[in-house]
């Protein structure tokens, strides 16, 4: 940019709007919204100016006149994304009155605004998405022509550019809703958070926790990515923050640079599905569900609690396995002093949590926990935020937040697209089909869908995605919604760990230094709870907090011995090396386990308890067979 401007104003104007934008979602966060219309178009080309300064069309362009064509389109993109904003809130109550009478520049600007997007979310988010959003569009304006599944009723581009730019359901639908409303002031909280050195403090107070015991580096960065995951709300940034720190701890503790890189990629990916802040493919889950976001968190709250369960044992069992002890007394921050020093400024996390609990908005919620932040950063001399960390935090937010909005306005094209052509119905209508109206096949075809999403899309567009093509269908066979939803969102996040392309483990591999497809591989193994736990919670909807509390705790103390035999089995110790023999029984176990129902549990236990006493025994002949 600096061919047309100078370097430093370029970045001051980029400063500028990246503040503006920050700026503007905090004011509405607390003073009341002009107008879903004008606040959402508002949101999402502050998002499109800003994507097109900052990203280029290329990463690498190598001839000056490319890199001057570059420059000018984006600066025409940004320049084109403020004319359409002013096009529409100059009159926007006349604007809005249009739907179904579009007039020719209605027409010309809706189809920039779409093009614009479409563009800039290539960008931001990748070519998959914009790809997956483009066939969608072109199979709503031909669905007429086409035979079989694929037909439908075409929409004509009119209509289509009614939807998503008129209307609030296409383009401007509910995902954009969620990332204006507050998603934008989850990542600011997330910010200050980071600014104000909770993200430090909390490593230390996992690593204060854990690290006297065997394998402390790798059950320290389990606990960590956890809590910093829901601050995040990224993996990719999770893995490259306490990754940068823990796994050179875990590698010099003892562990394989692959193990380490593993269990990095496994606790990073878990941590966006950790309440109480679990990205904005959760905000988006709790309005297409039709529940308050409390209860998504609450329902959330088992199932990941027996995720980190799992990948716990297993990084207990391969440090024992290993021999892989404690770490030096030196590096452990002591708990009680790190507290009563630095305690306080986790308060915001319990608030936000409480104030969600209660039942105030999400909206509320970010706000709160980011004044809250803000004035308890005062305490301490160490920990208070200047006036240049505050812009630094804003700036932060704005960058971040791009695409967030791209994918987000993406997805209500494809929603808006799924909906006009009626291919929701009948994708729904096939996979009932194929599976004969069984649960079981239904839930594996949509976690391989998910998962492939999930190769080439954000959690968010693939949650979007399945959500208007899939989850329909799986309600209609007796799934719980709720259920049906958290289970679709976690397939689109664990293909973070899954081959052949694992975002989250390539990612750890670069910072451990060590071959991603192998890392890929151990860390699928040590997530693997991650892939049974979705059906375990569709199977009991107790472990979702439905049910009575009994039958809830009966449900989530068998659950967690299921896991924790899943990961002995998989890791192939218990308390000595387990024999081929043993770790079948374990597994079969873990199956009987996992699954309510008073026989199978009772199955399962004696199953176990036949694996600890064989275990015991062989432990017990261990030093006679030595001496």
């Given at each position: 940019?600096n061919?047309?401007f100078?370097?430093?104003?370029?970045?001051?104007i980029?400063?500028?709007?990246s503040?503006?934008?920050s700026?503007?979602?905090?004011?509405f966060?607390?003073y009341?919204?002009?107008?879903?219309m004008?606040?959402?178009?508002?949101?999402?080309?502050?998002a499109l100016?800003l994507?097109?300064?900052?990203?280029?069309a290329?990463e690498?362009?190598a001839?000056?006149?490319?890199?001057?064509?570059?420059?000018?389109t984006?600066?025409?993109?940004?320049g084109?994304?403020t004319?359409?904003?002013i096009?529409?809130?100059?009159?926007?109550d006349?604007?809005?009155m249009?739907?179904?009478?579009?007039?020719d520049?209605?027409?010309?600007?809706?189809?920039?605004?779409?093009a614009l997007?479409?563009?800039?979310?290539?960008?931001?988010?990748?070519?998959?998405?914009?790809?997956?959003?483009?066939?969608?569009?072109?199979h709503?304006?031909?669905s007429?022509a086409?035979?079989?599944?694929?037909?439908?009723t075409?929409?004509?581009?009119?209509?289509f550019?009614?939807?998503?730019f008129?209307q609030?359901?296409g383009l401007l639908g509910?995902?954009?809703s969620?990332?204006?409303?507050?998603?934008?002031?989850?990542?600011?909280?997330?910010a200050?958070?980071?600014?104000?050195g909770?993200?430090?403090?909390?490593?230390?107070?996992?690593?204060?926790?854990?690290?006297?015991?065997?394998?402390?580096?790798?059950?320290?960065?389990v606990?960590?990515?956890?809590?910093?995951?829901?601050?995040?709300g990224?993996?990719i940034?999770?893995?490259?923050t306490?990754?940068?720190v823990?796994?050179p701890?875990?590698?010099?503790?003892?562990?394989k640079p692959e193990i380490a890189?593993?269990?990095?990629?496994?606790?990073?990916?878990g941590?966006?599905?950790?309440?109480?802040?679990?990205?904005?493919?959760?905000?988006?889950?709790?309005?297409?569900a039709g529940?308050?976001?409390?209860?998504?968190?609450?329902?959330?709250?088992?199932?990941?609690?027996?995720?980190?369960?799992?990948?716990?044992v297993?990084?207990?069992?391969e440090?024992?396995?290993?021999?892989?002890?404690?770490?030096?007394?030196s590096?452990?921050?002591?708990l009680w002093p790190?507290?009563?020093?630095r305690g306080?400024?986790?308060?915001?996390?319990?608030?936000?949590?409480?104030?969600?609990?209660?039942?105030?908005?999400p909206?509320?919620a970010?706000?709160?926990?980011?004044?809250?932040?803000i004035?308890?950063?005062?305490?301490r001399?160490?920990?208070?935020l200047?006036?240049?960390?505050?812009i630094?935090?804003?700036?932060?937010?704005?960058?971040?937040?791009?695409?967030v909005v791209?994918?987000?306005?993406?997805?209500g094209?494809i929603?808006g697209?799924v909906?006009?052509?009626?291919?929701?119905l009948r994708?729904?209508?096939?996979i009932?089909?194929?599976?004969?109206?069984?649960?079981?096949?239904?839930?594996?075809?949509?976690?391989?869908?998910?998962?492939?999403?999930?190769?080439?899309m954000?959690?968010?567009?693939?949650?979007v995605?399945?959500?208007?093509?899939?989850?329909?269908?799986?309600?209609?066979?007796?799934?719980?919604?709720?259920?049906?939803?958290?289970?679709?969102?976690?397939?689109?996040?664990?293909?973070?760990v899954?081959?052949?392309v694992?975002l989250g483990?390539?990612?750890?591999?670069?910072v451990?230094?060590t071959k991603p497809g192998?890392?890929?591989l151990?860390a699928f193994?040590?997530?693997?709870?991650?892939f049974?736990?979705?059906f375990?919670?569709?199977?009991g909807?107790?472990?979702?907090?439905?049910?009575?509390?009994?039958?809830?705790a009966?449900?989530?103390?068998?659950?967690?011995?299921?896991?924790?035999?899943?990961?002995?089995?998989?890791?192939?110790?218990?308390?000595?090396?387990l024999?081929?023999?043993?770790r079948t029984?374990?597994l079969?176990?873990a199956?009987?386990?996992?699954f309510?129902?008073?026989?199978?549990?009772l199955?399962?236990?004696?199953v176990?308890?036949?694996?600890?006493?064989?275990?015991?025994?062989?432990?017990r002949?261990a030093?006679?067979?030595?001496a």
């Amino acid at each position: 940019m600096n061919i047309l401007f100078s370097r430093t104003s370029a970045r001051l104007i980029i400063l500028t709007l990246s503040v503006f934008f920050s700026l503007y979602h905090l004011y509405f966060g607390y003073y009341p919204a002009p107008g879903a219309m004008n606040f959402r178009l508002t949101h999402v080309c502050l998002a499109l100016m800003l994507c097109y300064l900052l990203l280029s069309a290329k990463e690498e362009i190598a001839s000056a006149i490319g890199r001057r064509i570059d420059i000018a389109t984006r600066i025409l993109a940004a320049g084109l994304s403020t004319v359409i904003l002013i096009y529409v809130i100059r009159d926007s109550d006349a604007f809005q009155m249009q739907t179904g009478y579009l007039s020719d520049s209605d027409i010309i600007m809706g189809t920039i605004l779409i093009a614009l997007v479409l563009e800039a979310t290539r960008r931001a988010v990748g070519m998959a998405m914009t790809l997956l959003a483009v066939l969608l569009m072109i199979h709503a304006l031909i669905s007429g022509a086409l035979p079989g599944i694929l037909g439908g009723t075409s929409v004509s581009w009119k209509a289509f550019v009614d939807t998503n730019f008129v209307q609030t359901s296409g383009l401007l639908g509910i995902p954009v809703s969620v990332t204006a409303g507050y998603v934008v002031l989850f990542l600011f909280f997330g910010a200050l958070l980071l600014k104000t050195g909770v993200g430090n403090l909390l490593m230390d107070l996992a690593t204060a926790a854990t690290g006297r015991y065997s394998g402390g580096p790798a059950k320290a960065a389990v606990v960590s990515s956890a809590c910093t995951g829901t601050i995040s709300g990224s993996v990719i940034a999770n893995v490259v923050t306490t990754g940068a720190v823990t796994i050179p701890l875990m590698k010099r503790s003892g562990y394989k640079p692959e193990i380490a890189a593993a269990v990095e990629a496994s606790s990073s990916t878990g941590g966006v599905i950790m309440p109480p802040v679990m990205g904005a493919a959760a905000f988006i889950l709790a309005l297409f569900a039709g529940v308050p976001y409390r209860d998504v968190m609450l329902a959330a709250a088992i199932p990941s609690v027996l995720y980190f369960w799992s990948i716990f044992v297993t990084v207990h069992l391969e440090a024992k396995k290993g021999n892989v002890g404690a770490m030096p007394e030196s590096d452990i921050p002591r708990l009680w002093p790190l507290l009563r020093s630095r305690g306080y400024m986790l308060l915001p996390i319990v608030a936000i949590t409480t104030i969600l609990i209660i039942g105030y908005t999400p909206t509320v919620a970010a706000f709160y926990g980011c004044v809250s932040t803000i004035a308890l950063s005062y305490v301490r001399r160490e920990t208070r935020l200047t006036f240049s960390g505050f812009i630094e935090c804003l700036e932060d937010t704005a960058r971040a937040a791009v695409p967030v909005v791209m994918a987000c306005a993406t997805a209500g094209i494809i929603v808006g697209s799924v909906m006009m052509s009626g291919l929701g119905l009948r994708i729904s209508g096939l996979i009932l089909e194929l599976s004969h109206g069984s649960l079981l096949p239904s839930l594996i075809l949509t976690a391989v869908a998910a998962i492939i999403l999930g190769m080439g899309m954000t959690t968010t567009a693939v949650y979007v995605t399945l959500a208007a093509l899939i989850i329909p269908g799986l309600e209609r066979t007796g799934v719980e919604p709720l259920a049906a939803h958290l289970f679709v969102l976690y397939f689109g996040v664990v293909s973070y760990v899954t081959p052949p392309v694992a975002l989250g483990a390539f990612a750890a591999a670069g910072v451990a230094r060590t071959k991603p497809g192998r890392t890929a591989l151990t860390a699928f193994r040590v997530a693997a709870a991650g892939f049974i736990v979705p059906f375990m919670f569709v199977y009991g909807p107790e472990l979702l907090l439905i049910g009575s509390p009994g039958v809830i705790a009966l449900s989530v103390a068998t659950a967690l011995l299921g896991v924790t035999c899943l990961s002995a089995a998989l890791c192939g110790w218990m308390l000595l090396s387990l024999h081929w023999l043993e770790r079948t029984m374990l597994l079969g176990a873990a199956i009987l386990l996992m699954f309510s129902g008073w026989s199978t549990d009772l199955f399962g236990l004696l199953v176990l308890l036949a694996v600890f006493l064989f275990q015991k025994h062989r432990v017990r002949l261990a030093p006679r067979q030595s001496a």
